[in-house]
């Protein structure tokens, strides 16, 4: 007695078509004979599944499967006799797998496609300063163009197309796929006339000078695009990229974080007792602040604004300056007594007030 079609692939009466495909999908990959050599159960059941995908994937022949059972292909060349043969079923796997493997299968037939040249990769370090104001950039590249009096062919292997064709068997079946062809390199063209002083595709190299647009912000290891500075292609094809990899020169004083920027500020203990006003450094010129009397060490002030432009939306980073109070490690005989005398001061007895935030809040309050 021939097994039930739905049992083969394990779904109901009521499948929708998505359904027997995915049913018959997974059946294939798991029955497939790759994967199974040797082992005549796992073809009897990949046959199996081929043949009962075959039928219910035709509504026509679903229905009268539905209406008459096995019986509805006795002697009508159906599948009576020894069931559908291999090609048959890998003839199938072409509507099945392809959407699911994109370009694999076969979808080259259609034109040409551009070959483009290599791209030229080039390192570009930064000031701070011109990472915040963004900046231009002469850069000199060596790249690869055209000699003069080159000229260019179809390429006769592969039909100017640039690929090559060929069928392989895989665990998906026959498949057909394609790959770049050996004798133009994708290209599609071949060298016709190669002036003397060119490289075997007709090229030289020529020094030039490129102008690159570095917008303000940019970070350590980002790399930019100027489209169409890289090499020369082959024939018609368009030329490759320049890249240009961004590197941040450290700044002595100013440490950068996204686009915060943090400012240690040292200050003596006169200082921060009596209040002072200050010029600091930022990136982009400097600026007066003013410390209050009786700034403690390890405040934070932030000065809005003042830290880098961001370079995907509008606005910029904060500067933070960091007060650090000064210690004296040395005093002279009457500095000394000048702070024996202190020492038991009321005015100098730590006293934090309860609104005063602990080094943590301040963390805290400053990655908020
Ligand atoms: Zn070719």
Redesign the pocket.
Known sequence: MKEDYYDILGISKSASESEIKKAYRKKAIKYHPDKNPGDSSAEENFKKAAEAYEVLSNSEKRSKYDQLGHSAFDGSGGFGGGGMNMDDIFSQFGDIFGSAFGGGFGGFGGGQRRSKGSNLRIRVSLELKEIALGVEKKIKVKRKIKAKGVSYK???????????TRITNTILGRMQSAS???????????ISNRPSNSDSNGLIVSEETVLVKIPAGVEDDMQLKVTGKGNDSVGDGIPGDLIVLIQENEHPTLKREGNNLHYDMYISISDAVLGISKEIETVTGSVRIKLESGIQSGKILRLRGKGLTSLNSYGAGDLLVHINVWTPRILNKEQKLFFEQMKNSENFIPSPEKGEKSFFEKVKDMFS
């Open positions: 179809n390429c006769f292997s592969c039909n100017g197309s640039g690929q090559v770049t062809c050996p004798s133009c390199n994708g290209s599609g063209q071949v």
